[in-house]
């Protein structure tokens, strides 16, 4: 496996990644209901590999507002993570945190912390996850957030895939509180640590 | 009033006025509008690297600044337009997030805007206007008809360069 394209994915692969997937958005779920102190239920989380031109219309077209955060990853694996959700959910989860009920399409600067925050523990507990299956070193960097069309804040790790292929690799998780929220997770390492990940959990030949 | 055809991420397309072309959301993307304001023949590039030699998967050609560009002219020539009456219009190249401003590596907003200004430069084609850089995404709108180039972003007014 000396070069390793994301492009022609195994099918083995992918069920591996669903299974990360799995594992680290249970996880990560778990972590909300605490944070929120209610239950949260989810489904099934769904792992797609995207043309890039194709991302934006997932999430409801590439102009859809979002809150996207977004931190490096250091360690045994480089890479990073970032979590996505639609205004009106990160708007749901802020009042939540915050104990308000405020309607408003901006956020304050304090309102924006607590989103941060929400998006280091989503994806903290992600990476607690796989980093434990793996046993992998994972240090997350601090969160960065910020609120802008899919698009445009997807072409981050877009174009850090773009360096490895054509296609983006996402997990799409849907929450349940009282409201339906859909999230979706970025995770890449770069092809170094596709390789460690594999490796770590006994797959060599892809 | 025409159409409007939509470009995707790493994406091109050509069109005749009165229609419009439009990308949706560039971040650190870059858009590449370019027109022959007499046949009224245009195009859009979307694209997410600067360079085509510096990754070696590099089949994609509409994902590159150089030979984004390059596929973007040939199709509007062909399409009828005159090689020597190109005029181009950018926007995008955003660092959408904080990080990217401390580490080099990650400026490839800004990047890609110097990889589209000196492909454009070298295919001797002028550019009249450019909205670049800062931290928001902005999608574009282009109508080869006037040569309009409409700029939104979130919580901004619309603009045309």
């Known amino acids: 496996m000396s070069e390793m394209n994301l492009d022609d994915l195994s099918n083995q692969y992918f069920d591996v990644l669903k299974e990360l997937g799995n594992i680290g958005a249970g996880n990560a779920t778990t972590a909300?209901?605490?944070?929120?102190n209610s239950k949260v239920d989810m489904s099934v989380p769904q792992v797609r590999l995207l043309e890039f031109k194709d991302v934006g219309d997932l999430m409801g077209g590439a102009d859809q507002i979002m809150a996207g955060i977004y931190l490096s990853v250091e360690g045994d694996i480089n890479g990073s993570i970032m979590f996505l959700v639609g205004i009106q959910e990160a708007r749901h989860l802020v009042n939540k945190l915050m104990m308000q009920d405020s309607e408003s399409q901006e956020f304050t600067d304090i309102e924006l912390s607590a989103l941060k925050e929400v998006g280091n523990i989503i994806t903290g507990s992600y990476l607690?996850?796989?980093s434990t299956m793996t046993s992998l070193k994972m240090i997350p960097s601090i969160p960065y957030v910020t609120v802008d069309m899919a698009g445009a804040i997807l072409s981050v790790p877009a174009?850090?895939?773009?360096?490895?292929?054509?296609?983006?690799?996402?997990?799409?998780?849907?929450?349940?509180?009282?409201?339906k929220l859909s999230g979706y997770f970025i995770l890449l390492p770069d092809l170094e640590g596709y390789k460690k990940i594999l490796t770590s959990l006994g797959i060599s030949n892809i | 009033m025409g159409q409007i055809i939509k470009v995707g991420m790493a994406d091109l397309n050509i069109c005749v006025s009165p229609d419009g072309i439009t990308t949706l959301g560039?971040?650190?993307?870059?858009?590449?509008?370019?027109?022959?304001?007499?046949?009224?023949?245009?195009?859009?590039a979307h694209i997410m690297l600067p360079d085509s030699h510096e990754i070696r998967n590099s089949t994609n050609i509409p994902k590159f600044a150089d030979?984004?560009?390059?596929?973007?002219?040939?199709?509007?020539?062909?399409?009828g337009a005159a090689r020597d009456r190109l005029v181009a219009k950018i926007a995008g190249g955003a660092q959408m997030f904080a990080f990217q401003n401390t580490n080099s590596n990650m400026r490839v907003g800004d990047r890609n805007v110097a990889a589209t200004l000196k492909t454009l430069k070298e295919l001797n084609i002028r550019v009249l206007a450019q909205d670049t850089g800062d931290s928001y995404g902005r999608t574009v709108i282009f109508y080869p008809e006037t040569g309009d180039f409409v700029i939104r972003a979130v919580g901004k007014p619309e603009k045309v360069i």
């Open chain 2, 67 to 79: 030979t984004g560009i390059n596929e973007l002219i040939r199709q509007i020539v062909a399409k």
């Open chain 1, 32 to 36: 909300l209901a605490q944070m929120l």
């Open chain 1, 159 to 179: 174009i850090e895939f773009g360096m490895m292929g054509d296609k983006i690799l996402l997990i799409e998780t849907q929450f349940f509180d009282e409201i």
């Open chain 2, 26 to 44: 560039l971040g650190s993307c870059v858009g590449i509008a370019i027109r022959d304001p007499v046949t009224k023949i245009g195009g859009l």
């Open chain 1, 128 to 130: 607690n996850s796989l």
